[in-house]
């Protein structure tokens, strides 16, 4: 599997399904998008959004998936991804944290 991690092109969320309760690996989710290994981010890995309905998010390259519409396709996407940090630091919750 590969662990490289895209540097070209603009990385954006997508939608993924898993089957029968279980993550779909990276080279599923690549295979629902239409991309190859290589343009998913694999330090993301496969995120889970709900488990119960199979859904999950990878990072993957916007510029190499492929725009279908409607029934077509499984996945969703593709959607911001901001870094999200803490705004405060971490607060004490009782004396000795």
Do not use: W
Not at 3 to 14: D, E, I, K, Q, R
């Amino acid at each position: 599997m590969s662990t490289c991690t895209p540097t070209v092109g603009a990385m954006a969320l997508y939608t993924v399904h898993g089957e029968g309760g279980q993550p779909p690996s990276l080279a599923s989710a690549a295979a629902e998008l239409g991309v190859s290994l290589e343009d998913l981010d694999a330090a993301f890995g496969v995120v889970t959004v709900d488990p119960p309905a199979g859904l999950y998010a990878v990072h993957a390259r916007a510029d190499r998936v492929n725009a279908t519409t409607g029934a077509e396709r499984r996945y969703r996407g593709p959607y911001s991804s901001p870094t999200i940090v803490p705004l405060d630091p971490a607060r004490k919750t009782r004396e000795g944290d």
